[in-house]
C-alpha cells in the first residue's frame, strides 16, 4: 500500500534507557509513526470513519511513552508498534521511529535513532 499517514517526532519526557541516572532523571525523545493503509475511501468520502485518527495514534505513543519505563528504545518502539497494529485494523503496517538526542554516548553525536517496520499477517485464506 502506498497511502500513508505520518505523525513524526512526537516529543516525550519520559526514563527509558539502560543507566540508572537515565531511570533517576529522565530525558526527551521524538517519536514518529509512518502508517500504510489505504486512504482512498475516506479521501473518497471526506468521511473521519474511514480512516485513522492521527490524534489517537498520538495519544497511544504518548501513553506507552510516558506510563512505562523500557530498558531499550527497541522495546519502546516494538510495545508502540503493537499496540498500532491491534488498535486499528485499517493499518497495514507500520514503521516506528524513537530518537533518542540525549543518548548516554561518548562521543559528539546529534543522537541516536532506531526504526522497526512491523506489518499484519496476511489473513487466512
Not at 9 to 25: D, S
Not at 41 to 51: C, E, L, N
Not at 65 to 88: M, S
Not at 93 to 99: E, N
Request: hydrophobic residues 50%; contains cysteine; proline residues 6%.
Amino acid at each position: 500500500m502506498s497511502d500513508r499517514i505520518l505523525v513524526e517526532r512526537i516529543a516525550v519526557f519520559a526514563y527509558h534507557g539502560l543507566l540508572a541516572e537515565e531511570a533517576r532523571i529522565g530525558q526527551r525523545f521524538y517519536i514518529s509513526l509512518d502508517c500504510s493503509l489505504d486512504l482512498g475511501p475516506a479521501g473518497r468520502s471526506d468521511d473521519v470513519s474511514q480512516t485513522v485518527s492521527y490524534a489517537d495514534l498520538t495519544r497511544i505513543v504518548i501513553a506507552i511513552a510516558t506510563e512505562r519505563r523500557f530498558a531499550l528504545i527497541e522495546a519502546l518502539a516494538e510495545a508502540i508498534a503493537g499496540e498500532v497494529l491491534d488498535g486499528f485494523p485499517r493499518i497495514e503496517s507500520v514503521d516506528v521511529r524513537v530518537d533518542k538526542p540525549s543518548a548516554p554516548v561518548p562521543a559528539v553525536i546529534d543522537g541516536v535513532a532506531i526504526v522497526v517496520t512491523r506489518r499484519r499477517p496476511p489473513a487466512a485464506a
